[in-house]
């Protein structure tokens, strides 16, 4: 344990390897944990098997600490306040079930990053091997390589997530627009600033800071957390308290929170410069599926029914269609949807079977169309978009029938 009270890596990586050893440890000086897509197969994902992204290192508390945890809204309002976690659950509260997606998620399918991507599986792939000896340290040599390439300008942002950084998890808290009431939201208020405990990569000053549209701050499903899935907030997911902003990407849900500052302007917190595509702050994520069953690499018997399913959501408006190919995009059906989950920040799900298979490779293509758009056949263009956020190109899963 660091002297600041911030884990080291070496303790990051194995919580995380104990707590959730389905998930792919991705080769970054920070601990993120990537979910196979085929994991994804529930309506609410376990928390064992939701993704981990962090920005910084991650901050350790003792239960004393965790006890007297407060939380502070002060700014651009009449009266500023502070509570304890037993007065914020005093207040009341709500369960609002919602997609978590790191904005990041789908960036390994970026043309450009298909070299970072064999460059990570080979230095993984090194690091098991050496990590089954005494020689070091799981994930060292990982650490040790993956700096030299990482910026590279030709690739489209660090952490490769393909699609697995995201899952859907039922929240519960007290709606920040409660909490806003009392405080008094002055007229000159138009955003939000989002503090926390956990600390950059160097050590000196926060490891993200971002912030909310005051109108998305008094959405009644926004709110500051304090259990998922009914259980308490884990440490590794920003327990004991975060933000949930529904339909927004994670780095709006600030984990760890211990303040929320208003504002009279945009935030300018740390990070909130660097997600941004064509100079605007990513809000309302795109539209955009899983594909959990077949895995990728199938095979599947010829002259069997093929089913094919997964789960389908936007940040933005409700799921209509998902579309199915089974000939590379040659010819498209129409995926049966679920029911409409309670809310519309939730995932959807979808399935098509189908019934005539021949021997050969297959080609699965899934895409999901909201209310405003579908998702497209190939990567966006990283123009004005240089870290590679929010592709949410079409799903694809390669197999064959036997």
């Not at 911030?6 to 920070?30: A, C, D, H, Y």
């Not at 160097?202 to 709110?223: C, E, F, Q, V």
Request: proline share 7%.
């Amino acid at each position: 344990m660091a002297a600041d009270g911030q884990m080291g890596w070496r303790q990051q990586f194995s919580l995380s390897r104990e707590i959730k050893p389905n998930l792919r440890v991705l080769p970054t000086r920070e601990l993120n944990s990537e979910t196979p897509a085929e994991l994804l197969d529930q309506p609410i994902t376990p928390i064992e098997l939701l993704f981990v992204r962090n920005t910084g290192r991650m901050p350790v508390f003792s239960e004393t600490e965790i006890a007297n945890w407060t939380l502070t809204i002060d700014g651009c309002v009449e009266q500023p306040q502070r509570w304890t976690i037993d007065e914020l659950k005093a207040i009341g509260s709500r369960n609002v079930t919602a997609v978590l997606e790191c904005a990041g998620n789908g960036r390994a399918y970026f043309p450009s990053n298909r070299l970072i991507n064999l460059l990570d599986a080979r230095v993984m792939a090194l690091d098991r091997l050496v990590s089954r000896t005494p020689l070091a340290k799981p994930y060292q040599f990982a650490r040790g390589f993956r700096p030299r390439w990482k910026k590279w300008p030709w690739f489209a942002g660090t952490v490769m997530w393909s699609d697995g950084a995201v899952g859907c998890i039922e929240w519960t808290g007290v709606p920040l627009a409660t909490l806003l009431q009392r405080c008094g939201v002055k007229p000159g208020a138009v955003y939000t600033g989002h503090h926390s405990a956990d600390l950059s990569l160097g050590g000196s000053g926060p490891a993200l800071s971002r912030g909310l549209p005051i109108a998305k701050a008094l959405h009644p499903d926004t709110l500051v957390a304090w259990a998922m899935n009914g259980e308490d907030i884990p440490l590794i997911h920003g327990g004991p308290l975060r933000l949930v902003a529904p339909g927004y990407p994670g780095s709006a849900w600030q984990k760890w929170l211990d303040r929320i500052e208003i504002r009279d302007r945009v935030h300018d917190g740390r990070l909130m410069e660097e997600y941004r595509i064509d100079g605007e702050v990513i809000e309302e994520m795109p539209v955009n599926c899983v594909i959990t069953r077949p895995a990728n690499d199938f095979e599947a018997p010829a002259g069997q029914p093929l089913g094919i399913g997964g789960y389908a959501w936007s940040g933005r408006s409700p799921v209509q269609r998902v579309s199915v190919s089974v000939d590379g995009g040659a010819s498209w059906r129409g995926a049966r949807l679920g029911e409409q989950p309670v809310g519309c920040f939730a995932w959807r799900r979808f399935d098509i079977e189908f019934a005539e298979t021949v021997p050969g490779a297959v080609e699965i293509i899934v895409r999901a169309r909201d209310g405003d758009s579908e998702q497209p056949l190939h990567s966006r263009s990283r123009q004005g978009n240089p870290i590679g956020y929010c592709n949410n190109v079409a799903r694809r899963v390669r197999g064959r029938i036997v």
